[in-house]
């Protein structure tokens, strides 16, 4: 990173899921702040940038939208490299997208880790919560309960279609983002690295929840 | 066809029109406001559909499916009569004011008669640029009819003495017409696997019984065992995935009229290749088919074409064999395009993050549809190396924009292109792609990295 006076950070992030979750309309809604029920799948990977200025610094988002098909793990695992913050997003109308949450937050960590040995700050989202909601995201503090245990460090009932809570959520990753990145200068500066309990990474998280 | 007959119509029109109608446009139209100068209209208010039939007889040309705008009434006079000489008028100082020296008015009005000349040579300019245009679209009208007669008369009856020849591959590198274009696919692509429209029936058949017998979409990959979840649940995939099939023709989504067909295609080939399966990138290669052949036919061209070894490797995701794929990509990337190549390299941009979508739709989602049908004309003609070399071309073509950008601007303008293409221009510098390399042409360069691959390259382990 640039120290000099006008700071600059670039972060890489994955935006995965199961096909036809919404990540693609997440992302539009975020980037271009539009949202049309006529977007395209997904071939490959797809790419946005989004320029925040967060804390009087510029902070540029290189949003990385990957193609949901599991069959293409084998060859889109390759752009999880030096990602530093992911959402891993499903369809609350769709129960089985929500299942493979987990088999994407495990494959996510299987392939990246941070300098430091932990992995990188992970927003769940759940998409199309103006389809009706899921009895499972209807339970908040079971989705929370879900979160700490599969390392989230939040979760949040999006919908690309109304504009609910993608800011709030990116906005969210990225501070935990900010977060670990002083974390990883911190244990590169020390000479022992004091390994953290996941007990604190949860209890910094719980600010992201949020209280509706 | 439609277009064409339309264009060479208003053109026909226009010319006729301009020599025995020297009236002014606003005595002839009273229904048309736009106009102005047009006194109150008496009597009822009509519809305007009405009003333009009734314009339409008066100027004489009410023909059947002749739609005419006032636009085009109006641009027949352009090339007498600048707008400009209407718009601009010199006038006396008012009354009340004391008059301009003679000297003064003398130069005001050479000044005002300069900027009207001026005025009027940008617009006979413009007219001239617009009557250029017309005129090449009517050409082209004109070749495709002519080019559509050759193919149906001369080609199609003869096509396995003719179709190596000079003649009709030149024919077919200028795009073929639209009206033909499924036969000459259906021919080039072959049946090499001998489908009949009763296998194609059979698999159907096959592929709606399971559609039956799988009530829920969501609890099937509860089900099934997980290694082969994703095979078995094709058929949710297809389901999402049509939808999201070229959306903005609104001709596949749920109640479009290929929806079904569509869905039908994808399902019938998951029933004749389970192994393969659906895979992201087959609705987009099934719908610009079904545009082009009838459902069973198209059928046939699908599975035959998804049979070749290209796309066998892609949507097999045989990774090793894609890398191959793109590593030959690359030989020939530097070859043809030093300069942007070791730009890419500089920021890191590898061949897979623009080229799988390309190749695993054969370009039909990046390009705008009738430019990618002409890329299918030639990749149908010249096989999978044409694929490399329309992207070679497209680097080409946008090489001065892509030295220009980082990584993300550059990674974000290839996958998602811009939206107006120009398709001569594209051809041209495809044309100018050598697919050799030293001496050697791509399925060697293919072959000898194969070879390299199958020995153990480290570099292929993820």
Redesign the interface.
Known sequence: MQTNHHKERLYKILVIGDLGVGKTSIIKRYVHHNFSPNYRATIGVDFALKVLNWDQETVRLQLWDIAGQERFGNMTRVYYREAMGAFIVFDVTRPASFEAVTKWKEDLDSKLTLTNGKHVATVLLANKCDQGRDVLTNNGIKMEQFCQENGFVGWYETSAKENINIDEAANCLVKHIIASEKDMLQSEVSDTITPQLEKDKGGTCSSCFRSQ | MATASLILYIDRSLFARRVKDNRPVEQRDPGWKLFGKVPPREGPIKDPKKVQKEYETKSGRGGPGNPTSPRQSVRKNLDFEPLSTTALILEDRPANLPAKPVEEAQKHRQQYEEMVAQAKKRELKEAQKRKKQLEDRCKLEESIGTAAQTWNQEILPNWSAMCTSRRVRDLWWQGIPPSVRGKVWSLAVGNELNITHELYHICLSRAKVKWKTTPA??AE??TEDAGCS?RESSLE?IK??IS?????LCIFQQGGPYHDVLHSILGAYTCYRPDVGY???M?FIAAVLILNLDTADAFIAFANLLNKPCQMAFFR?D?SL?LTYFAAFEVFFEENLPKLFAHFKKNNLTP??YL??WI??LYS?SLPLDLACRVWDVFCRDGEEFLFRTALGLLRLYQDVLTCMDF??M??FL??LPDLIPAEQLFQHIATIHMTSRNRKWAQVLQALQKDHERGSPVLK?
């Not at chain 2, 999201?244 to 903005?248: A, I, L, S, V």
């Open positions: 979409s969501s990959t509860e994703d995939l999402l995935d999201r099939t070229f959306p903005q895979v992201q990138g609705s995701v990774h894609m897979d993050i799988i979508d695993f739709t989602k993300i601007h990674a974000q996958t998602r993820h």
